[in-house]
Structure formats: C-alpha cells, structure tokens
C-alpha cells in the first residue's frame, strides 16, 4: 500500500493508483491531500478559497474551478469540509459533484456531520449511480501531517476496499463500523472524549497555577500515568501558554459536540460533562474565540471569556 512522503518532492503518478478529485482543503484537507500527492495519486483539488490550491498544483496537482470540475473523470472522490450544508453544497450545489461525477465512481466525505445526513446523501447519490462512504478522521493536524489519522468508516464493505488506498495514505488506522452514517456516529463519541478531555486539561493547569506548581514538570510527570492522553500531551504547551494557534477550530469542535448531544438526546441519555463543555464553548464563542484550537477552553478558566475586546457576554463565570 502506498506510504505518504514527507519533506521529499513529489513522486510521478502512478498508473495504477485510482484518480482522486479532493474537495476541502482546510487545516486537515490540505495535508491529507498533499500525502495523496506525495505518494503518487492522481489530483484534482478544488477548495472554496481558491488561493489554497496553489501549494499543491505548485507540485503537480491539477486545479478545478468548480466541484464538479474536480470530479470529472476522478475514480475516488474526497471532501473534506466544515459541516452538513457545506457538504451537500459541494455534492448538490451549482455546479456540484454530481454534475461531474461518472456513474460508478465514489464519494468519501472526511468530513464531520451528522449520521442522519450521511444516510440521506448516500441515498440521494445512489439514484445518480455514485457510492458513499462517511469515513471522518481523528488525530488532529499532526495526524493528518503524518498520514496517522484514525479513519472511522461507515458503508459497504466493498465501498471500503475501492477506498482503502486512498484511506490507507491519509490514516494509519482504518476502522469500519457498519452501514453509513455508523463512522459518523463513532465520530460523535469521539467528540464527547475531546471535550471532555480538553476541559479537563484546562481545569487541571488552572488548577496548578492556583496552587503555584511548576507548569511544564507537573505535565511531564502526569503524562506518563493514569492522567496522561491526546490532549495533555499535544495541547497543554498551549495551554500553559496561553497561546492557541488553529489546529482544530473550537467553532467546529461545538458543532461537532452539538451532533454528539442531538444523538444522544435521540437515545435518550443524558451527557452532563458535554453539556458543560458545549456551555463554556458557547461562553467562548460569544467572546470571540471560536477561530482558535479548542484548547482554547483553557481562557475560560483564566477570565478569558471576556474576549478580545475586553467584553463579556454573560452567563457563565470564570
């Protein structure tokens, strides 16, 4: 199975890797994409923002004005966007995949949004001749830099093995857990542990500055024990101080916890601990956060929800 290379330039195409048109190129798109392109595939990009296809077709990728563009002729087609109407825009819209898309080709949407969504777009391709799969990922932007990123896939098994390629370029892990909209779902349980985990780490670093212990040696000796996990390793350097460059926006982080909580709600169980994240999320994005990584949870605890210009917006209390 083709590797990504990193730091190298890019390898020639190989004719026997399927053509991809990837749609998205955000803070997880853009890597994903320039792996697929170090390791030989086809491309085809088209983001909404157009200047962020340059980095790419300045190393071989083809550009296209339009979906639909991108999808002509491609075997595999990946997008990778912020939320539901995004995605069906891009599937949907004038001029969208559709449009383009040969019948027989497949669609794989890394991007995260509700099960039900996934079932209904599923359908609606399935009548134009198109697969789906809903195969979000998780890992973060270092993930997706090192082509590590766990895949979480929902939909047909042998959807699954046309796209293991391209799956197997972008993540290191590649789970499959039923029909679609089941990856969707494992992705909404992957976002109550984010939250949860972000704002315990948040809460815990407060809590150490109160107590006036040494910040960095405190991580270093919790990490290795029952503390430690993804975010106290890779996101309390932020925290500590008090910096929060994007790596994943908390604005998408609280649409992601408010699918979370819609399907539980739908199964009828309680999320008190998301509940409370969603609430200091709300806090923040009232003050003007919402553009920084989630880690970012971190100001509430410092008075941070006052925002940028100083103003609070209420409510809750740090």
């Given at each position: 199975m083709p590797q990504p290379t990193h730091g190298h330039p890019p390898l020639a195409t190989s004719p026997s890797l399927p053509s991809v048109a990837w749609i998205g190129l955000g803070a997880l798109g853009s890597p994903m994409a320039s792996n697929l392109l170090a390791a030989g595939f086809p491309l085809t990009v088209h983001n909404r923002r157009r200047g962020r296809e340059e980095p790419l077709t300045a190393r071989g990728a083809r550009r296209a004005a339009s979906p639909a563009e991108a999808a002509a002729g491609a075997e595999l087609i990946a997008v990778c966007v912020s939320d539901?109407?995004?995605?069906?825009?891009?599937?949907?819209?004038?001029?969208?995949?559709?449009?383009?898309?040969?019948?027989?080709?497949?669609?794989?949407?890394?991007?995260?949004?509700?099960?039900?969504?996934?079932?209904?777009?599923a359908q609606r391709l399935e009548e134009q001749g198109i697969g789906y799969l809903d195969a979000p990922v998780t890992g973060g932007t270092e993930g997706a830099r090192a082509g590590t990123l766990s895949v979480l896939v929902g939909g047909s098994p042998g959807d699954l093995e046309r796209a293991r390629p391209l799956l197997g370029c972008v993540g290191s892990r590649l789970s499959h857990f039923g029909p679609?909209?089941?990856?969707?779902?494992?992705?909404?349980?992957?976002?109550?542990?984010?939250?949860?985990?972000?704002?315990?780490?948040?809460?815990?670093?407060?809590?150490?500055?109160?107590?006036?212990?040494?910040?960095?040696?405190?991580?270093?000796?919790?990490?290795?024990?029952?503390?430690?996990?993804?975010?106290?390793?890779?996101?309390?350097?932020?925290?500590?101080?008090?910096?929060?460059?994007?790596?994943?926006?908390l604005a998408l982080h609280r649409k992601d916890l408010a699918i979370a909580l819609a399907e539980a709600a739908a199964a009828g169980l309680e999320l008190p601990v998301s509940e409370r994240v969603a609430a200091l999320e709300d806090c923040l994005l009232a003050a003007g956060w919402g553009d920084e990584?989630?880690?970012?949870?971190?100001?509430?605890?410092?008075?941070?929800a006052r925002g940028p210009d100083g103003e609070g917006p209420g409510g809750l209390r740090g």
């Open positions: 539901d109407a995004a995605v069906e825009a891009v599937l949907f819209g004038g001029p969208g995949v559709v449009a383009g898309a040969r019948r027989g080709s497949l669609v794989i949407d890394c991007s995260t949004i509700a099960p039900a969504t996934s079932r209904r777009l679609v909209g089941a990856g969707q779902a494992a992705k909404a349980v992957n976002q109550v542990l984010v939250a949860g985990s972000y704002a315990a780490v948040a809460e815990a670093l407060a809590l150490a500055r109160r107590l006036e212990l040494p910040l960095e040696p405190l991580v270093e000796a919790l990490k290795g024990g029952a503390a430690g996990s993804w975010a106290l390793e890779h996101r309390s350097g932020a925290m500590i101080a008090g910096s929060f460059p994007l790596g994943f926006r990584d989630v880690a970012a949870l971190a100001r509430w605890f410092e008075g941070g």
